[in-house]
C-alpha cells in the first residue's frame, strides 16, 4: 500500500464549482498534511497545510482533516480556469520526512 | 522570500557519468529533501536530510548519494548515471519542526543518453 493516495484524475468541474480533492494515508502517525498546487512545468507550491481535526478555511480553499479514517481532502470553491493544475498532497510523520502523493490532476472549464 | 537554487535548469549527460546535482537554500532550514519527478509516479522522496551530514533514505535511493556538509548546501550525486535516471529532480527545504512546510527550487531536468 503506498503511503499516500491520490485519485490522478483528471477531475474536470465547470467555472464557478466546487473541486473536491481526495487524499488517504497509510501511517497512523502521520502529524501534519499538506495541499501543493503545481502547473505544467513549475515547481509545487503550498496553498494549505493543516495539523489538527476539522476543517481550515483560507480564501476559495478549505482544507479537512479526519485522522480516525486517515483522511484528507482540498475544497476549492468558485473554481476558476486559474486553478487548473495538480494538486499534490503530502504528509510528514513523527520525523519531517515529507512523502507525497501522485497528485491529481484537475481541470476547469469556462 | 525563501530561496531555493538549484544550479542547474537543464542537464544532459552520458551514460556512466558521476553527476552532482547542487541545492543551496538561504532561510537556515534544518531540513533538505531530493525528489525526482516522473509522469504518473508523482514526486518521489531520494534522500532527505535533517542536519548537517545526517541523512535519512527515501523511497527511491539506490544508484543515489548525497552530500551536506554545510547547512545551506545539499547536493546529490549520481554515482554512474544511466538513461532511467532520466527525470526531473526537485530539491526542497523545511525549518526543522513538524508543523511546517517545505520550499522547492526551480528543479533541474537531467537527461542521460
Known amino acids: 500500500q503506498k503511503e499516500v493516495e491520490q485519485n490522478s484524475g483528471p477531475l474536470s468541474v465547470p467555472e464557478g464549482a466546487i473541486a473536491s480533492l481526495n487524499c488517504t494515508y497509510s501511517?497512523?502517525?502521520?502529524?501534519?498534511f499538506f495541499w501543493y498546487r503545481q502547473y505544467s512545468g513549475k515547481s509545487p507550491e503550498l496553498i494549505m497545510s493543516?495539523?489538527?481535526?476539522g476543517d481550515k478555511e483560507d480564501g476559495r480553499f478549505t482544507a479537512q482533516l479526519n485522522k480516525a479514517s486517515q483522511y484528507v481532502s482540498l475544497l476549492i470553491r468558485d473554481s476558476q480556469p486559474s486553478d487548473s493544475a495538480t494538486y499534490l498532497c503530502?504528509?510528514?510523520?513523527?520525523?519531517?520526512?515529507?512523502?507525497f502523493g501522485t497528485g491529481t490532476r484537475l481541470q476547469v472549464f469556462p | 522570500d525563501v530561496k531555493v537554487t538549484q544550479s542547474s535548469r537543464y542537464l544532459v549527460k552520458r551514460t556512466g557519468e558521476k553527476v552532482f546535482l547542487e541545492c543551496v537554500q538561504d532561510m537556515d532550514h534544518e531540513n533538505m529533501f531530493w525528489y525526482r519527478q516522473d509522469p504518473g509516479l508523482g514526486l518521489r522522496l531520494i534522500y532527505f536530510s535533517y542536519d548537517v551530514k545526517m541523512k535519512e533514505k527515501g523511497d527511491i535511493p539506490e544508484g543515489y548519494s548525497v552530500s551536506r556538509e554545510k547547512k545551506e548546501r545539499f547536493s546529490l550525486i549520481l554515482e554512474s548515471a544511466s538513461t532511467n535516471q532520466t527525470s526531473m529532480y526537485l530539491c526542497a527545504s523545511s525549518w526543522g519542526q513538524t508543523e511546517t512546510e517545505a520550499f522547492f527550487g526551480q528543479g533541474t531536468r537531467l537527461t542521460v543518453v
Open positions: 501511517d497512523r502517525v502521520s502529524q501534519s
Open positions: 503530502a504528509v510528514t510523520g513523527n520525523t519531517d520526512k515529507l512523502i
Open positions: 493543516i495539523y489538527s481535526n
